[in-house]
């Protein structure tokens, strides 16, 4: 049977590694001419994700590609003297498993898992998708599959051709996401830092194995921004107009957007749909149910929802008709929790007023302070997020 996934990020690779696990034949099409090396922001996986990926036997290379940050020094937009914190305290009280890495490197490590028993077609991207299988390229000949996976994240392809437009699905939260590689100018070893202001948050950050340094925005508008996410002058005018001025260090990393050599901006959105499967075509990861970005534990869901449907479609002989059905209902409920708990974490994460500012600085502060089951026990009861993810379960197919 062979089944056609796009998107060579994230949810593709563990999705071919493990339909190839299950007998299938399995073939990737991504759009850039090689694995993406945009200089992505770090993405949190919990134990879920953890388990499936030690389960593919790459557990130790991401361990190893960690970024290792430990510490935390936060400055209150207007306070005179910052707050520190120990990061290593809070992941541990948040979850019982946590790896934070790059999105770069987590992506190289899943694609050196599954590239040797799946084709990969790159720079190339599908035009076309006919209801009996057949698949038209901006380069290849046409083909025929007998499944359709789209993985290619919030702004899906797939999605648009077999769906419809984007603004059909999307909710935005109000909130925005730029992330920017600049020099590590100051040398940062595990350590975060951020400046928290009402409406706006930045912070940046290294990891061990990097020799830069990336900057991450966060910020909120009363009205919705226009811009095409493929304007990249745009975004970056956006992003100096909402932050210039909060700071002096945070002016200098602003002046790095001239000078990067990977930038992203986007809104952070969610995806609300009925089903993600229609015919012989499938959504798997953000672009079927996209939480929120950097918000909303995204990585982790795209990784638990390519699991379950090689899963699904083993368990039933790779009949799609009750495939789908049975994993869109094993998704249904983390699909849920993880709106609701990207919403709560885009208000912790950007508070919207001096009293939240000082409430999020001081809440780490406070938690990496108090003994470790007592953060644990602080945390999970003042944050959705450690509940649902570590509440979450995966099968053994």
């Given at each position: 049977?062979?089944?056609?996934?796009?998107?060579?990020?994230?949810?593709?690779?563990?999705?071919?590694?493990?339909?190839?696990?299950?007998?299938?034949?399995?073939?990737?099409?991504?759009?850039?001419?090689?694995?993406?090396?945009?200089?992505?922001?770090?993405?949190?996986?919990?134990?879920?994700?953890?388990?499936?990926?030690?389960?593919?036997?790459?557990?130790?290379?991401?361990?190893?590609?960690?970024?290792?940050?430990?510490?935390?020094?936060?400055?209150?937009?207007?306070?005179?003297?910052?707050?520190?914190?120990?990061?290593?305290?809070?992941?541990?009280?948040?979850?019982?498993?946590?790896?934070?890495?790059m999105r770069d490197d987590l992506?190289?490590?899943?694609?050196?898992?599954?590239?040797?028993?799946?084709?990969?077609?790159?720079?190339?991207?599908?035009?076309?998708?006919?209801?009996?299988?057949?698949?038209?390229?901006?380069?290849?000949?046409?083909?025929?599959?007998?499944?359709?996976?789209?993985?290619?994240?919030?702004?899906?392809?797939?999605?648009?051709?077999?769906?419809?437009?984007?603004?059909?699905?999307?909710?935005?939260?109000?909130?925005?996401?730029?992330?920017?590689?600049?020099?590590?100018?100051?040398?940062?070893?595990?350590?975060?830092?951020?400046?928290?202001?009402?409406?706006?948050?930045?912070?940046?950050?290294g990891a061990r194995h990097l020799?830069?340094?990336?900057?991450?925005?966060?910020?909120?508008?009363?009205?919705?921004?226009?811009?095409?996410?493929?304007?990249?002058?745009?975004?970056?005018?956006?992003?100096?107009?909402?932050?210039?001025?909060?700071?002096?260090?945070?002016?200098?990393?602003?002046?790095?957007?001239?000078?990067?050599?990977?930038?992203?901006?986007?809104?952070?959105?969610?995806?609300?749909?009925?089903?993600?499967?229609?015919?012989?075509?499938?959504?798997?990861?953000?672009?079927?149910?996209?939480?929120?970005?950097?918000?909303?534990?995204?990585?982790?869901?795209?990784?638990?929802?390519?699991?379950?449907?090689?899963?699904e479609l083993a368990r039933a002989?790779?009949?799609?008709?009750?495939?789908?059905?049975?994993?869109?209902?094993?998704?249904?409920?983390?699909?849920?929790?993880?709106?609701?708990?990207?919403?709560?974490?885009?208000?912790?994460?950007?508070?919207?007023?001096?009293?939240?500012?000082?409430?999020?600085?001081?809440?780490?502060?406070?938690?990496?302070?108090?003994?470790?089951?007592?953060?644990?026990?602080?945390?999970?009861?003042?944050?959705?997020?450690?509940?649902?993810?570590?509440?979450?379960?995966?099968?053994?197919?």
């Open positions: 049977m062979r089944i056609l996934i796009s998107g060579a990020s994230v949810a593709g690779p563990v999705l071919a590694y493990w339909l190839n696990r299950h007998g299938f034949s399995v073939t990737v099409v991504e759009r850039a001419p090689t694995l993406r090396k945009t200089g992505g922001h770090a993405v949190d996986l919990f134990s879920p994700a953890l388990h499936i990926t030690e389960k593919m036997g790459v557990l130790a290379r991401v361990e190893e590609r960690a970024t290792g940050t430990r510490r935390m020094t936060a400055y209150a937009e207007g306070a005179r003297r910052p707050v520190r914190a120990d990061l290593s305290k809070v992941f541990g009280a948040a979850s019982d498993r946590h790896v934070e890495i992506s190289e490590i899943y694609y050196d898992a599954a590239r040797d028993d799946a084709e990969y077609l790159f720079g190339d991207s599908i035009t076309a998708i006919s209801p009996d299988g057949e698949v038209r390229f901006e380069r290849a000949a046409p083909r025929r599959f007998d499944l359709v996976v789209g993985a290619d994240g919030l702004h899906s392809n797939v999605r648009r051709l077999v769906f419809g437009e984007e603004s059909r699905f999307s909710t935005s939260t109000g909130a925005y996401l730029g992330v920017l590689t600049l020099p590590n100018v100051r040398g940062l070893d595990g350590e975060l830092v951020m400046h928290v202001g009402a409406g706006r948050t930045t912070g940046m950050y020799d830069e340094a990336r900057a991450l925005f966060l910020f909120r508008s009363e009205r919705e921004l226009d811009y095409d996410h493929r304007d990249v002058p745009r975004q970056k005018e956006l992003l100096r107009a909402a932050f210039t001025g909060m700071h002096p260090e945070v002016d200098r990393w602003l002046e790095e957007l001239g000078r990067t050599p990977a930038f992203y901006f986007d809104s952070i959105t969610q995806l609300r749909m009925d089903t993600w499967s229609r015919g012989r075509v499938t959504l798997v990861g953000d672009a079927g149910y996209c939480p929120g970005p950097a918000v909303g534990g995204s990585t982790t869901l795209a990784i638990v929802g390519a699991y379950v449907l090689a899963g002989g790779g009949d799609h008709e009750r495939a789908f059905p049975a994993y869109e209902r094993a998704m249904a409920g983390p699909v849920r929790g993880s709106r609701e708990v990207a919403l709560g974490a885009a208000r912790t994460v950007i508070p919207s007023s001096r009293l939240g500012v000082q409430g999020l600085v001081q809440g780490a502060r406070l938690v990496s302070a108090l003994p470790p089951a007592l953060g644990r026990a602080f945390l999970r009861l003042t944050t959705r997020s450690a509940r649902l993810y570590n509440a979450m379960t995966v099968e053994d197919y």
